[in-house]
C-alpha cells in the first residue's frame, strides 16, 4: 500500500552524495533479495506521459562490493509508515526502504563509535573478546548453539568501517 510523495519537490534534490541503505520491503523470505549500501548521486524529477503527477526518481550507486552498477529508482512514501520507499525502474518487484544513517566516515557519531571502540580493546579484560571465537581450535563444538550471534571487537571495527 503506497501513498503519493508531497508534490513541493524532489525529497533527496540535496541528498547527492548522501550515503544509504537500501533494504528490502515485504520481500520473501529466501528470495535472494539483500541489503544495498551505496550512495545517492543524483536525482530527476519525471513527468510520464500518461499521468499528471511528478515521479520523483534518485540515482543510486551501489558499493563497489555489491557488483551492482549504477541505477535510477523511483520514489514513493509508504502509507503505514510514512518513510521514503524506492523502486528500481524497470523492476517492479521489490521495493526498497531507504534508510540514512549518520555514521559515514567523519562524522560525529563514526568518531564516536570508533573511540569507543578503541576504549574497549585497551581494557585490560577485553583479550578474550578481541578476535572471533574458533570453536573448532578451542575444541568446544556447542559454541555456536549457545552463542547464537557472536560478536567480537575487530568484527564490530570491520562492520563499521564498512558502514554495517
Not at 544495498?36 to 550507486?61: A, S
Not at 529508482?73 to 509508504?78: E, I, P, T, Y
Not at 581450535?137 to 563499521?160: C, E, R, W
Amino acid at each position: 500500500q503506497r501513498a503519493n510523495i508531497a508534490s513541493d519537490g524532489n525529497p533527496f534534490s540535496g541528498a547527492s552524495g548522501d550515503k544509504v541503505t537500501l533494504i528490502p520491503v515485504d520481500a520473501p523470505d529466501g528470495d535472494g533479495v539483500t541489503e544495498i549500501h551505496g550512495r545517492i548521486v543524483g536525482y530527476d524529477n519525471v513527468m510520464p506521459e500518461d499521468d499528471d503527477e511528478v515521479e520523483y526518481q534518485i540515482l543510486f550507486l551501489p558499493e563497489a562490493s555489491s557488483g551492482k552498477g549504477a541505477f535510477w529508482a523511483s520514489l514513493d512514501v509508504r502509507a503505514d509508515t510514512s518513510s521514503y520507499v524506492c523502486q528500481p525502474v524497470g523492476d517492479s518487484t521489490v521495493w526498497y526502504s531507504i534508510e540514512q544513517f549518520d555514521y559515514q566516515h567523519g562524522s560525529d557519531a563514526h568518531q564516536q563509535c570508533e573511540a569507543v571502540l578503541a576504549w574497549l580493546g585497551r581494557q585490560g579484560k577485553a583479550a578474550p573478546f578481541a578476535e572471533p571465537v574458533d570453536p573448532v581450535a578451542l575444541n568446544i563444538p556447542t559454541y555456536p548453539d549457545v552463542v547464537k550471534n557472536p560478536m567480537d571487537i575487530s568484527t564490530m571495527a570491520k562492520k563499521l568501517e564498512n558502514g554495517q
